[in-house]
């Protein structure tokens, strides 16, 4: 735990200024986090982390949806087209919620992932193509870490916790610009043109009646 707490303290003091920025509620829950994800099998470890990273994107695509019944449906149904990371990782950069940064990274995660959760049992690190993955993260090391200490499981949990810290507000951030209903084009209304000309230059759709 204490060659992660280091790193954690220096992205917050990076990102927000100080660590008093976070809650102590939620600082102690990361760490508690961070703890398990480091006592977690190879195979658990890729499954938990992104399933954090997942759920972190649904409350930040539900915060910037109007809310309501449509909103749940699409992100939480049975068959909810927004329901999985592949999805919500994609519609999230579409929307500008996460940057080409933090896409990169949460893909490469979700790859290592699914490798661990699709393939063959007894698949661990020493994998060349896990290794490979591992080795395409970007997320910033600890400063001063030795080579030898950089192993691709240390890779992956210090992707995950680096992505999990910038997206731990995202949800609160984006709901400041929270979608809300918005009338696109006024009510349409039937009127008799005998009577009321329509405006000039202005298009219009009407109805001829036929005496018969």
């Not at 591992?134 to 997320?139: A, D, Y």
């Amino acid at each position: 735990m204490a060659k992660f707490r280091g790193c954690v303290a220096h992205y917050l003091t990076r990102r927000y200024g100080s660590r008093r920025n976070m809650l102590v509620e939620h600082a102690v829950d990361l760490g508690e986090f961070v703890t398990e994800l480091q006592s977690e099998t190879d195979r658990g470890l890729p499954l938990v982390g992104a399933a954090l990273i997942d759920e972190k994107l649904s409350k930040t695509l539900e915060s910037f949806f109007v809310g309501g019944k449509s909103t749940k449906n699409l992100l939480f149904g049975a068959n909810a087209p927004i329901g999985d990371l592949s999805s919500r990782v994609e519609l999230c950069l579409s929307l500008g919620l996460i940057d080409q940064f933090e896409y990169q990274e949460i893909q490469i995660i979700r790859k290592i992932r699914n490798q661990f959760a699709h393939l063959r049992h007894g698949l661990t690190f020493d994998d060349e193509k896990i290794k490979g993955l591992c080795t395409s993260l970007k997320s910033p090391l600890p400063d001063g870490m030795p080579k030898e200490r950089q192993t691709p499981r240390f890779r992956l949990i210090n992707a995950i916790v680096c992505i999990v810290l910038r997206l731990f507000y995202r949800p609160e951030w984006v709901a400041k610009e929270q979608r809300v209903p918005k009338q696109w084009v006024p009510d349409s209304t039937w009127y008799n043109t005998n009577d009321t000309p329509p405006p000039e230059n202005a298009g219009f759709v009407g109805l001829v009646s036929k005496s018969l």
